[in-house]
């Protein structure tokens, strides 16, 4: 399962937030793309000329998802040589407890931990870092377009009962149509279905 487009697709989207500092300005969002299954990686690994067909590196794959969420849930951070660390975090409630009411033996975990997040840490040195800033020199970033939200309800008031479409217009199609010329090689953006966004 060879990649079909092995660039990183780039939108520019709209800061609509009249708050935000940025507001009317254009940011860059990447581009929504499938999300690779397990059974995508394991095709696109055997694909690399690999020894090993999919039954072998696809069990592997299993196996080694298993044993991490197992050794995360008992508080070990995983490390994966080349990739990264994943190590469990804990998000607590906001209030903590006291001093008293822990000598008090009130202290109960299950009271105080709102949810265990795994964390990832990208790999930062040598040949295998791809921290952000060293990740982004290995993309190959490439711009589609211009990623507008379409109120599909602008009489309503109500933001909970507000619809929009996301459009999405090639870049070239959306200057042409910012600027009025002509110059159009495309029909048009493309729509995404109706979702409920506030």
């Known amino acids: 399962m060879a990649v079909k487009n092995p660039q990183f697709g780039i939108n520019l989207r709209k800061n609509d937030n009249q708050q935000n500092a940025g507001y009317g300005k254009y940011y860059p969002k990447a581009l929504e793309k499938e999300t690779i299954s397990l059974e995508g990686l394991t095709k696109h690994m055997a694909e690399h000329n690999s020894i090993y067909g999919d039954d072998v590196i696809g069990g592997v794959l299993k196996k080694m998802s298993g044993c991490i969420i197992e050794l995360l849930s008992q508080g070990n951070p995983v490390k994966i040589d080349k990739l990264g660390t994943f190590m469990p975090t804990i998000e607590a409630t906001k209030n903590g407890i006291t001093k008293a009411d822990i000598l008090a033996g009130k202290w109960n975990a ?27 020199s290995m993309c190959a970033l490439n711009t589609y377009g211009v990623e507008e939200k379409i109120d599909l309800t602008p009489s309503e008031t109500d933001k909970k009962k507000k619809k929009y479409i996301k459009k999405v217009t090639p870049l070239a199609d959306w200057i042409a149509e910012q600027t009025g010329s002509s110059t159009s090689t495309h029909s048009g953006g493309n729509a995404s279905g109706p979702s409920a966004e506030g």
């Open 110 to 136: 299950s009271q105080y931990i709102n949810g265990i997040h795994i964390r990832f840490i990208p790999e930062g040195s040598g040949d295998a870092d791809i921290t952000s800033r060293t990740f982004k």
